[in-house]
């Protein structure tokens, strides 16, 4: 069993900065690339960024400059700091993994339970 436990998030004013960390536990063999979507009302849930096990990173275009995310393999944990944030920015944040269980040959796409980020204009 793996679960992958989010925390970090809750309500900030615009210009402000929160930090996410999303957690992995239970059988783990392996895990790849690690990610953050959101999801705001209405909407469809969206790529914000990834990042593989060597530490190379990816961004949607529309946090660029403002978010950065890393990851500690020793504690299988991925983080986003997210700085500079906008209104548009509000959203359910899921953190995302591809993980190689053991007792597994391929791995496959886990998902937290999701944390609220509400940014106040």
């Known amino acids: 069993q793996v679960q992958l436990v989010e925390s970090g998030g809750g309500l900030v004013q615009a210009g402000g900065s929160l930090r996410l960390s999303c957690a992995a536990s239970?059988?783990?063999?392996?895990?790849?690339?690690m990610g953050w979507y959101r999801q705001a009302p209405g909407k469809q849930r969206e790529a914000v960024a990834s990042?593989?096990?060597?530490?190379?990173?990816n961004y949607a275009d529309s946090v660029k400059g403002r978010f950065t995310i890393s990851r500690d393999n020793a504690k299988n944990t991925v983080y986003l700091q997210m700085n500079s944030l906008k209104p548009e920015d509000t959203a359910v944040y899921y953190c995302?993994?591809?993980?190689?269980?053991?007792?597994?040959?391929?791995?496959?796409?886990?998902w937290g339970q999701g944390t609220q980020v509400t940014v106040s204009s």
């Open positions: 239970g059988s783990i063999f392996r895990i790849n690339a």
């Open positions: 990042i593989t096990r060597g530490g190379n990173t």
């Open positions: 995302n993994a591809d993980i190689t269980a053991n007792g597994w040959v391929y791995p496959r796409d886990y």
